[in-house]
């Protein structure tokens, strides 16, 4: 059984700083590709960032380059989302998502993701 935990949601005044994690178990780890989405009240889920193993690449929406890193513990089956300069845009319920194969440019679409987590919820205040 796949599962996908996340964690590490809070809330932080702007400028402040938060580490997400996604923990995954039942998958191959070294062969998915992980990302992290986020959903604002009234708002489309949209793609934050991810990491991909079969890629060797990371990625980032433009809103949170220079701001978000994305690393992978590949010992720990564990991805973080480091989140530095947070800013009142970046509240949301962030996702971690999974998948066996990702395609370059389809990276921010949720459909190409198999698997998904719960959220946690990241409040910023200005």
């Known amino acids: 059984e796949v599962q996908l935990q996340a964690s590490g949601g809070g809330s932080v005044q702007a400028g402040g700083s938060l580490r997400l994690s996604c923990a995954a178990s039942?998958?191959?780890?070294?062969?998915?590709?992980i990302a992290w989405f986020r959903q604002a009240p009234g708002k489309e889920r949209e793609g934050v960032s991810c990491i991909s193993s079969s890629l060797r690449s990371t990625f980032y929406t433009d809103s949170v380059k220079g701001r978000f890193t994305v690393v992978s513990d590949n010992a720990k089956n564990t991805v973080y989302l480091q989140m530095n300069n947070l800013k009142p845009e970046d509240t949301g319920v962030y996702y971690c998502a999974a998948a066996n194969w990702i395609v370059e440019g389809l990276w921010d679409l949720a459909r190409e993701y198999n698997y998904w987590g719960q959220g946690t919820q990241v409040t910023v205040s200005s």
């Open positions: 039942g998958i191959d780890f070294d062969n998915y590709a």
